[in-house]
């Protein structure tokens, strides 16, 4: 069986890597050049910041011990760096990737057959196979079975000739965030390495030179609030970054020096309204949709999603 999964997250790579063990001949698409969706990571001077989730928890065994025997030990760290405020089931410490949190997508990729920087455009269902074409409109191949793991509203585009599945997927509903990584000439001096609503505009503010193997120093990422990404949902990202840093600057009256590194918009950052099922599947398509959205917006919630319609799968097969 040849099977495609659209988006290279933590739900994406993890349904790709069970359908591999399943026995499927798998190839994985994702629009970005690398892995890691919501883990996502930037290179900068030498080192990485996380400006994606800056790090994510376990709240289960399963996800814990799935973790452990499945990323390489060199690729995941325990992190219980120091909050202040009360986190949210997404703010909560666990784990991080080593030397980047996106290195944890990396190690579960294996030796899956990933194709990076391409956009899926379009699906066509011919009645046996799934046939993909990229937005230059350049057939990409066939499969029998199609996996979607990108976010609701991309994935809503994908499926809108399937109306039982679109009218599905319209339900859940997801928030923006910009987020901006700002470098200090000296330690913010707070004995927290995460805060939690620390300023109005600020939903968390991450000190990420304090995770091990960033190899940068006073590198701190903020999360605007989803009141304030939409204000200025579509501004550009220099000048987005510069009102986030200066509202920094503001909220804690720093007389340190900030250089602004960049800004970056998740335009589908956070799920507001959740689909309310572990998955959608067709069994007589032969496609199935997954990811945190559908349960939660965790990076937990992208796992359990994909394990549980790999399982699906699995039975349908059997």
């Known amino acids: ?96 990737g080593f030397p980047r949190n996106s290195s944890i997508t990396r190690s579960l990729l294996g030796d899956i057959n990933f194709q990076p920087s391409t956009r899926i455009a379009r699906l066509v269902h011919d009645g046996n196979n799934w046939l993909l074409f990229n937005d230059g409109e350049s057939l990409l191949g066939h499969w029998d079975l199609l996996v979607i793991t990108a976010p609701a509203p991309q994935t809503l585009a994908l499926v809108r000739d399937l109306p039982e599945m679109a009218d599905q997927v319209r339900k859940a509903e997801m ?57 200025h ?16 600057v503001r909220s804690f009256s720093l007389t340190a020096q900030s250089e602004l590194l960049f800004a970056h918009r998740w335009r589908y950052a956070f799920t507001k309204t959740p689909l309310g099922k572990n998955f959608l599947w067709s069994q007589g398509l032969q496609i199935g949709i997954c990811g945190d959205w559908c349960i939660g917006r965790s990076v937990e919630d992208a796992w359990t999603s994909a394990m549980a319609l790999a399982r699906q799968i699995s039975r349908y097969g059997d």
């Open 1 to 96: 069986m040849k099977a495609a999964v659209i988006g290279a997250g933590v739900a994406g790579v993890t349904i790709a890597r069970e359908l591999q063990d399943q026995g499927a001949t798998v190839t994985l698409f994702d629009k970005s050049k690398g892995t890691g969706g919501r883990l996502s990571s930037r290179s900068w001077q030498g080192g990485w910041i996380d400006h994606g989730a800056p790090y994510f928890a376990a709240r289960t065994d399963q996800f814990a011990r799935y973790l452990r025997s499945q990323v390489s030990s060199h690729s995941l760290q325990s992190w219980e760096g120091r909050i202040r405020g009360i986190p949210n089931q997404d703010e909560l410490l666990g784990y991080i």
């Open 175 to 231: 928030e923006a965030c910009w987020v901006a990584a700002v470098q200090l000439s000296t330690p913010l001096n707070e004995a927290a390495e995460v805060m939690i609503d620390p300023a109005p505009g600020l939903r968390r503010i991450v000190a990420n030179s304090a995770k091990p193997g960033r190899n940068n120093q006073n590198v701190y990422l903020l999360q605007a609030t989803v009141d304030w990404t939409q204000e």
């Open 233 to 248: 949902l579509e501004d550009a990202p220099q000048q987005v970054g510069a009102m986030l840093c200066n509202l920094f």
